[in-house]
């Protein structure tokens, strides 16, 4: 058990210039990852998006996770720490007590004690997950908790931003296609 | 048909078993086919201290920690490596590159590509993953970018 705060001042910025100074979302998703299991000493992190289609979550990032536990299939937004409330967290404080988990054997396996996800917000749509995994049981601080809203809140700013930056560089190459006989 | 020289970029994914899967089956029977396994990895991220008993001092020590990470996945593609071996294909025609990446994966598979000439690459390619949308699909931007080499696509 552990609620002393963790993410402090000198941590947030650390973490939120991670997310300022990346230039490519994917490399941002990883480090931040690492930036937090390092910060709140736990076992692992991963940043995934939602897919409204599929209605399934999919990795942007991750990192601390073994790869079978990656592989272990498709996880589903209705069946994987659903928040009965939309836009709250969810704290799975002992995997082995919960029936919130689409796949606890998996995590049990996996050696992970408890979960906490945050969803990631934008225009008031769940656009994404912060996942964090500790080893063991875990009551994570309010503040600790609070921040990981801030952070999430800003993970969700970037990833809309590098959506639109896609979008406007396919544009540029479809019309850099355009051959100029097609314009006079 | 003659020789191919394959570059097998592998990301641990179960869609790049797809991809292996695939080329052991056409691959595998041709004699002196030559495997290049590749994964481009995220390195461990790097942040300043202001001194050693900062929070970030101790978040930079934790961090060094966490290279095991890297060491786990090396290891696991040189596992990908003896499984081409004891799927038929010789052990010196087998290799992989493990290496860091500063920008996105397609780049670094590009950049493979001009460093070493391949005939055949084999991508594997997930539709309808919202993904894409964030971070572009590296199918199609190693498609775009690639020139005279034949590029299988695994789905």
């Known amino acids: 058990m552990q609620t002393e705060d963790r993410i402090n001042i000198e941590i947030f910025k650390v973490v939120t210039r991670a997310i300022a100074e990346s230039k490519n979302l994917e490399i941002m998703a990883k480090h931040l990852a690492q930036l937090l299991v390092g910060a709140l000493e736990i076992k692992g992190a991963t940043i995934f998006a939602t897919n409204v289609e599929t209605k399934e979550l999919e990795v942007l990032g991750s990192f601390g996770l073994s790869i079978p536990y990656m592989n272990k299939g498709p996880i589903y937004i209705s069946r994987s720490i659903k928040s009965a409330e939309k836009h709250k967290a969810v704290v799975v404080r002992d995997v082995k007590n919960t029936d919130l988990l689409q796949y606890s054997a998996d995590a049990i396996q996996e050696g992970i004690g408890a979960i906490v996800s945050v969803p990631i917000d934008f225009s008031g749509r769940v656009i994404g997950v912060l996942r964090l995994y500790h080893h063991d049981q875990w009551d994570i601080s309010e503040r600790d908790l609070d921040s990981l809203f801030v952070v999430a809140e800003i993970i969700g700013l970037a990833m809309m931003y590098a959506r639109m930056n896609h979008a406007i560089s396919d544009v540029k190459n479809i019309v850099g296609d355009v051959h100029e006989a097609w314009l006079e | ?155």
Do not use: W
């Open chain 2, 1 to 155: 048909m003659e020789p191919q020289k394959i570059l097998l970029p592998y990301n641990f994914s179960q869609n790049d078993q797809k991809a292996l899967a695939f080329a052991i089956r056409t691959f595998g029977p041709l004699e002196n086919s030559e495997v290049t396994i590749f994964h481009a990895f995220t390195p461990i991220s790097e942040i300043e201290a202001s001194d050693h008993q900062s929070a970030t001092a101790k978040l930079k020590r934790r961090l060094s920690y966490l290279t095991q990470e890297l060491t786990e996945r090396e290891m696991a593609l040189q596992e990908v490596r003896q499984y081409l071996i004891s799927k038929g294909f010789h052990r010196d025609r087998v290799r992989y590159i493990f290496k860091s990446r500063k920008g996105e994966t397609s780049a670094a598979i590009i950049e493979q590509t001009k460093d070493d000439d391949y005939d055949v690459i084999v991508l594997n390619h997930k539709p309808g993953k919202v993904t894409r949308f964030f971070t572009g699909s590296v199918f199609s931007k190693v498609v775009m970018a690639i020139r005279d080499i034949t590029v299988c696509i695994v789905s």
